[in-house]
């Protein structure tokens, strides 16, 4: 399978002052100037294999281009159907985390009176991804929008229609698109030491010292968190839906206990990881655990409204 990096133009003035910047022009400031030209030297500094750049037609990503192409060598050609999305009534104005502009984005056939529906955006980023991603042979780097990351988020993700609308990517951050990157871990390990605190005793259980079966669970959901974290987009983070255990041998406090995930299928927002337990003196539980991708923001808020409730 293919795949492509991304980034998204430096800082620009409307930027800095929190306005809604689509297709209307707005310069980059020195710091984002800056931050093009450290995207540069990462990309340079890795050893990125990148044989062409693709841009947004419109200055700011253009100038980022041409910053990321003087430090790399790489070669970039304009590519208008990653121009950012067209916010019509919406240009211009500020905050950028408006609730009705928030509510817009989710409206998928609204034009913004006057400007371009999102299933238009959509089918003109949709076919360039679908060409990139055939095209096995080159790796592109794509120089484009925050506007435009959401569409490419939801050509790879399965997202509701208020994650989509709160897809966010910070100015600048070199990601990879597409098929995962081979540095990324499929395994990860994370060892407690069981105190007086995480014993069977401390719930009531049959009095024992020794570690309890929902400690045990705590430490596989913490382990998978850790694993899941390399591969969040900005603004997302993990909750867990589903985990399944079999507690095998006990461990007496003052033994380490290692708990070890592997990821074993993605598909969309879901990630299923398989966890084994070990102590000291060998397996003690394993099992299996489902955690999902969310809205840091959108979860927040969540839990805050039904706080008040």
């Not at 950028?96 to 817009?104: R, S």
């Not at 506007?147 to 990517?169: D, Q």
């Not at 299923?272 to 999902?292: A, N, P, Q, T």
Request: hydrophobic letters at 35%; a neutral charge; one cysteine or more.
């Amino acid at each position: 399978m293919a795949h492509f990096y991304f980034v998204r133009h430096g800082e620009t003035e409307w930027n800095k002052a929190d306005r809604i910047c689509g297709i209307s022009e707005s310069p980059l400031t020195e710091r984002g100037r800056q931050q093009a030209a450290e995207a540069g030297e990462y990309i340079k500094a890795q050893g990125l294999r990148i044989d062409e750049i693709l841009f947004s037609p419109l200055g700011r990503a253009k100038e980022t281009a041409s910053i990321i192409s003087g430090i790399t060598g790489i070669p970039m050609r304009e590519e208008k159907r990653i121009r950012e999305h067209n916010f019509g009534k919406f240009e211009g104005t500020s905050p950028k985390d408006a609730p009705d502009f928030i509510l817009a984005k989710q409206n998928f056939a609204n034009d913004f009176e006057g400007g371009e529906s999102l299933f238009r955006v959509a089918q003109r980023v949709y076919n360039v991804l679908d060409e990139i991603m055939a095209d096995e042979t080159r790796v592109y780097l794509l120089v484009a929008h925050g506007g435009i990351f959401r569409f490419i988020r939801s050509y790879f993700e399965n997202l509701t229609n208020e994650e989509f609308a709160r897809s966010l990517i910070a100015n600048c951050k070199v990601l990879r698109m597409g098929d995962p990157a081979p540095d990324k871990p499929l395994e990860h390990s994370l060892t407690w030491e069981v105190t007086d605190e995480m014993t069977a005793k401390r719930i009531g259980s049959a009095g024992s010292k020794i570690l309890s079966t929902p400690n045990m669970v705590a430490l596989m959901e913490a382990c998978a968190l850790e694993l899941a974290k390399e591969y969040l987009s900005e603004g997302q983070t993990t909750v867990g839906a589903e985990v399944s255990c079999r507690h095998l041998a006990p461990t007496p406090v003052g033994m380490k206990v290692t708990a070890t995930a592997k990821l074993k299928k993605t598909e969309g927002r879901k990630m299923w990881f398989d966890i084994e337990v070990h102590d000291e003196k060998g397996l003690c539980g394993k099992g299996s655990h489902l955690r999902v991708k969310v809205n840091s923001k959108a979860m927040k808020d969540k839990g805050a409204a039904k706080a008040q409730t």
